[in-house]
């Protein structure tokens, strides 16, 4: 009898159990966690770090150094760049570390590289994996090697003039590009990449790899002993009844939020089928008025005082909006000559909800082709212009990269963000509307085909109709043509379904990438 009573409470206990868990899944359902970078490798780099158990940020860090070796035209130990951080639990925060000019350099155009500092702070106050293991991956990829892609050998060939390849034999065998699909191996580059492994920043900024830094460049012990990364408050505000969230000052976060509230009190997204050439239009003038008050405003906030959150005010951008000609084209030109399309982006989404936003540069494609220890340093400094963005020592320059989050109520519903220079703000502008605005899907919304403003000339990724071309020649635009898919951007996106709890992604074909999420 007792028995049989003790059978039965055990049974009664694990049914209760069993309900509990099912009853906890439905009403708290395993969050799913995602990748999306612009190299497979890098992609499987950050789904391993997730799966094993790290945040969002570990892997962002663990992609960054691995991009680092993989695609090392594009981003690495010699750059900078930003990172948009929205915690599950917290306030969104943003990273800079971006390269800054050094105290006595007046004319070379490698900046102090912040990229290895910005990395061991972002890993100090919010990784949760230690920086050993977040290095290993892009370590071994420098060791052992990886198969060399069409991307890779293809930046190899049209930049050979840009570097010295007797110094780079690794990419260049016989002074010549390394062949798509042969093995290239980096050494150098894995040896100092251990060196940050074992000793951290200083490795970088005080030790050896110092030394070898100041003697090919301007850059002093000094000016690297004292670069340290900003943590900033990243510009938020609603849009389309979200709230979106961007990268501040020198950043260009405010210009992109300018550019989707202007379309959307224009409310020029019904055109774009209707009347395709007053829709491209209306673009033109968005984007040729935003540029505008990105020259005036825009600079490095340690010497500037700015005060960015009122230049995405609504009423703000109404005043931008009065400034619209929506007859013909103003040729004035509305931006320096910056940046090119020479960066990298990726974003990343935790199973905790946490969501990462990325962009790494060296400025150029090898930035100034100067290698030192296994990477190409920067030539960021050639980004300075004139005005508030004018050089002056211990200065970032401005940058058009604009790493961005959405958010609807608590939850991000986007992640988002695009190489591209000075056309970043005009490639996301149509892809975040063709997502709100168009319901598009994510996947249509990053291929779709794109257009780009450069004062009176027009860029257009598709073929166009007649018509379209001659309304558009009736408003005063030169139309080019530029086949290469990369000066037309290459977003890198994910976006959550609330109602089901799913991510999408989309990794761009332009430029070869991948997308991932766990599997159930």
């Not at 390269?99 to 590289?113: H, M, S």
């Not at 980004?383 to 002056?392: A, L, M, P, V, Y």
Request: include cysteine; glycine fraction near 8%.
């Amino acid at each position: 009898m007792i028995n049989k009573r003790n059978t039965i409470i055990v049974s009664i206990v694990i049914f209760s159990l069993i309900v509990g868990v099912c009853v906890y899944q439905f009403m708290f359902p395993k969050q799913e966690y995602a990748v999306s970078t612009s190299d497979p490798r890098a992609t499987k780099v950050g789904m391993e770090i997730l799966k094993q158990g790290g945040t969002a940020v570990d892997a962002a860090i663990a992609i960054s150094y691995t991009l680092g070796v993989v695609e090392p035209y594009g981003s690495g130990l010699g750059g900078g760049g930003g990172m948009l951080i929205d915690p599950a639990d917290a306030s969104p925060t943003f990273i800079d570390y971006r390269e800054i000019a050094p105290k006595n350099d007046k004319e070379d155009e490698i900046g102090v590289p912040g990229f290895v500092a910005g990395m061991d702070y972002i890993q100090h106050h919010y990784g949760s994996l230690s920086m050993r293991k977040l290095i290993d991956p892009a370590i071994n990829y420098a060791e052992n090697g990886y198969k060399v892609d069409k991307d890779l050998h293809d930046r190899l060939v049209s930049y050979k003039g840009n570097v010295n390849e007797d110094e780079i034999p690794s990419f260049y065998p016989d002074k010549d590009a390394i062949k798509t699909g042969e093995i290239v191996k980096q050494h150098e580059l894995a040896n100092t990449l251990q060196k940050i492994k074992e000793e951290g920043p200083n490795a970088f900024y005080r030790g050896k790899i110092a030394d070898d830094i100041t003697e090919e460049t301007k850059v002093s012990h000094k000016d690297l002993r004292k670069y340290a990364p900003v943590e900033r408050k990243p510009l938020s505000t609603n849009y389309k009844g979200h709230q979106i969230i961007s990268a501040p000052p020198p950043f260009a976060g405010a210009t992109l939020i300018q550019m989707l509230k202007m379309t959307d009190q224009e409310d020029i997204w019904k055109l774009k089928e209707s009347h395709p050439s007053l829709y491209y239009h209306f673009l033109g003038q968005i984007s040729k008025v935003a540029y505008q008050d990105r020259l005036k405003k825009i600079a490095d906030p340690a010497f500037i005082k700015e005060t960015p959150n009122d230049w995405i005010d609504d009423h703000y951008v109404h005043l931008l909006r009065n400034k619209l000609n929506n007859t013909e084209t103003d040729h004035t030109k509305v931006s320096d000559v910056e940046e090119h399309e020479s960066t990298t982006h990726f974003v990343v989404m935790d199973g905790e909800g946490t969501v990462v936003s990325t962009t790494n540069t060296l400025s150029n494609f090898f930035g100034s082709g100067e290698y030192v220890d296994g990477f190409f340093l920067n030539n960021t400094l050639n980004t300075f212009g004139e005005g508030i963005n004018k050089r002056q020592p211990g200065k970032r320059p401005r940058t058009f990269t604009a790493p961005t989050i959405i958010r609807e109520g608590d939850e991000w519903v986007m992640s988002i963000g695009t190489p591209g220079g000075n056309r970043i703000p005009q490639v996301l502008t149509q892809v975040i509307g063709d997502y709100f605005e168009n319901k598009d899907s994510i996947k249509n919304a990053v291929e779709n085909k794109r257009v780009i403003f450069d004062s009176h000339k027009f860029y257009s990724e598709a073929k166009l109709k007649q018509s379209t071309k001659d309304g558009l020649k009736t408003y005063g635009y030169d139309l080019k043509n530029n086949d290469n898919a990369m000066f037309y951007g290459g977003v890198q996106a994910l976006v959550k379904d609330l109602k089901k709890n799913k991510i999408h992604g989309d990794a761009d074909p332009r430029r070869h990438g991948l997308w991932e999420k766990s599997t159930d």
